[in-house]
T-cell receptor, first 115, second 114 residues
Framework: NAGVMQNPRHLVRRRGQEARLRCSPM?????VYWYRQLPEEGLKFMVY????????ESGMPKERFSAEFPKEGPSILRIQQVVRGDSAAYFC?????????????FGPGTRLTVT | GESVGLHLPTLSVQEGDNSIINCAYS??????FIWYKQESGKGPQFIID?????DKRQGQRVTVLLNKTVKHLSLQIAATQPGDSAVYFC?????????????FGKGTLLTVNP
């Protein structure tokens, strides 16, 4: 059973460009979470999605950021008109449907650098 | 401010010694706590968890202690090995038992000297 997959692993964008980060959850998992990690800091919750639904986006900036988890395909975190402050590691986690254990399995992350 | 925090940002131990990593939390309503290990360039890896109705839980070479009176959590690693070198995060669930929104502390860097 493959783990959570994220791509690209590294992404470089110039200011003003768009960044698209993809996350494929573990097989059988229908809950996806996105977190952002700044250097030498802990992970900050951004958004929680189930298939075709955003459950909680309270940690995601209202401007320029959006997330989706379509019926088919990976979850996408999209950042429009990136700025230098968006440079960070973005981690995706997934958990099983109806999990009672709260355990979230993390992917390797995408490291976004905005130049 | 942060609900979850760590006492020490770095910890250096000798191989074979026991390690203790501490974590403080401020929300008495938190009911679930997790320790994650993050190696350089990788995502967090689940180590062990504990619910608020427990004081202690043991895994393989690791023990988590929860002191609800002082809102303190610790991770003990027995016979620390070089492969244990990583950043360790404690995280709490603030959603009243719902399955999302983990809140992470800043992390402690554990360095194991051979």
């Amino acid at each position: 059973n493959a783990g959570v997959m994220q791509n690209p692993r590294h992404l470089v964008r110039r200011r003003g460009q768009e960044a698209r980060l993809r996350c494929s959850p573990m097989k059988g998992h229908s809950h996806v979470y996105w977190y952002r990690q700044l250097p030498e800091e802990g992970l900050k919750f951004m958004v929680y999605l189930q298939k075709e639904n955003i459950i909680d986006e309270s940690g995601m900036p209202k401007e320029r950021f959006s997330a989706e988890f379509p019926k088919e395909g990976p979850s996408i975190l999209r950042i429009q008109q990136v700025v230098r402050g968006d440079s960070a590691a973005y981690f995706c986690a997934s958990s099983p449907r109806g999990s009672s254990t709260y355990e979230q399995y993390f992917g390797p992350g995408t490291r976004l650098t905005v130049t | 401010g942060e609900s979850v925090g760590l006492h020490l940002p770095t910890l250096s131990v000798q191989e074979g010694d026991n390690s203790i990593i501490n974590c403080a939390y401020s929300n008495s309503a938190s009911d679930y706590f997790i320790w994650y290990k993050q190696e350089s360039g990788k995502g967090p890896q689940f180590i062990i968890d504990i619910r608020s109705n427990m004081d202690k839980r043991q895994g393989q070479r690791v023990t988590v202690l929860l002191n609800k009176t002082v809102k303190h959590l610790s991770l003990q690693i027995a016979a620390t090995q070089p492969g244990d070198s990583a950043v360790y995060f404690c995280a709490e669930n603030l959603s009243g038992g719902s399955n999302y929104k983990l809140t992470f502390g800043k992390g402690t860097l554990l360095t194991v000297n051979p």
